[in-house]
């Protein structure tokens, strides 16, 4: 079980990881204006803010990776909540896919670390 809770810890740092390359690097490309639905004038208007967005989404990649790496709970906790509450908020403030592809996948992330937290070994 400990070992599914971490390969979704590390499913969602990567999922995070798309998202950079996808609002830094291919935001006012095609891909990027098919995505989120962009005009190419609004694309180039907003790059520098997507940029920004992607940017803490490289934050929490690398929080996530970090606490895999250092096997530290306390690190998978506070990095998985705060993706749920940023994917909460998205989704209620501006698309609510946002919570089924960034809220939904750390919240389980989030509930399987904490269950194989209070798991113990069987004598």
Known sequence: ?????????????????????????????????????????????????????????????????????????DLKVFFLSCVVVAGTYGGLTVKPTILYSQAAPAALALLLVLLTSRSKPAS
Do not use: S
């Open 1 to 73: 079980m400990k070992f599914i809770a971490n390969l979704m810890v590390a499913l969602v740092a990567l999922e995070h990881v798309a998202f950079l390359i996808l609002e830094m690097f291919l935001w006012k490309g095609p891909i990027g204006q098919r995505i989120f639905g962009t005009t190419p004038e609004f694309a180039a208007q907003a790059a520098p803010l997507a940029a920004n967005q992607a940017l803490y989404n490289g934050f929490l990649a690398v929080g996530l990776a970090w606490a895999l790496v250092a096997r530290r709970f």
